[in-house]
């Protein structure tokens, strides 16, 4: 059975073994980037999962608060050193609310394709932006959709070849609504762990528009955290939302 959008299943599939998954990924530029960007305030995370990038931020003296829709994913985070100190509500981030505002809210590692449809990517957009204060950012990291990589709407992707483990990930598009459907497999000695996750993907422009919508307008776009420029070639991006009109 695919899974759905529910804001809960992501983790409670994923949550055991998430940061093992993701072991290889260093958080080191992303928090030097946003630890820049917050330039000393407040920093509310959509998503905040396991802490992969709050917790390391939150190291270097920023507060960092999170909204999280997968109790197991907090429960992780929970157990990390720090990961107590960290104020994390539980709920839809299209729609929750911390009932503060931030120098920089953020919606990292593709999370942005978790939300099931534009609407609710638009929603989202706008909750950020209640959730900043003026002149704050909203800060975007996702992929750029490569449909060419589809034969017949199914791609098989390779994501990591190691001696402990090899991922990989069967995905099938669905171009009408602008949607992938895919399952990660994770192959270790222990047996085979299937991790589906649903994507209503965007495009880097589609985003720009949903940020004005929000009254947010695009600042930066980089191909990575080290603030690479976004080319024809980037597979992925990080995009600087700012709140106010530009010049402002
Ligand atoms: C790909 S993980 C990223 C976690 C973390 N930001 C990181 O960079 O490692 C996406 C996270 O967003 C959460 N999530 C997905 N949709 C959500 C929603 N609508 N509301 C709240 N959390 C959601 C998932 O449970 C998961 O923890």
């Not at 992938?180 to 880097?204: C, D, E, I, Q, S």
Request: with cysteine.
């Amino acid at each position: 059975m695919a899974s759905s959008f529910d804001p809960a299943e992501y983790g409670s599939h994923i949550a055991d073994v998430y940061d093992e998954v993701y072991a290889d990924l260093s958080p080191e530029a992303a928090v030097r980037c946003l630890a820049d960007l917050a330039g000393g305030g407040d920093v509310l995370e959509l998503g905040i999962g396991t802490g992969r990038i709050a917790l390391p931020l939150a190291a270097t003296g920023l507060v960092v608060d999170g909204v999280e829709g997968s109790p197991e994913m907090v429960a992780e985070l929970r157990r990390k050193p720090g990961g107590d100190r960290l104020r994390v509500e539980i709920g839809d981030f299209a729609v929750a609310t911390t009932g503060r505002r931030y120098a920089l809210v953020t919606l990292l590692f593709n999370t942005v394709n978790a939300l099931p449809s534009q609407e609710a990517q638009v929603q989202t957009f706008a909750n950020a932006a209640a959730h900043l204060e003026p002149g704050g950012a909203f800060v975007v990291e996702n992929w750029v959709p490569d449909v060419g990589e589809f034969r017949r709407r199914r791609a098989v992707r390779v994501h990591e070849v190691g001696d402990r483990q090899v991922v990989i990930d069967v995905a099938e598009l669905h171009p009408a609504e602008q949607r992938m459907t895919t399952t990660k497999l994770a192959f270790t000695a222990v047996g085979v762990r299937l991790l589906p996750a649903n994507h209503r993907y965007v495009w880097p422009a589609e985003l720009d528009l949903m940020a004005r919508l929000a009254g947010l307008h695009l600042e930066a776009r980089w191909e990575d955290w080290d603030r690479r420029p976004f080319t024809d070639d980037s597979t992925g991006y990080v995009a600087v939302y700012r709140a106010g009109r530009p010049g402002r």
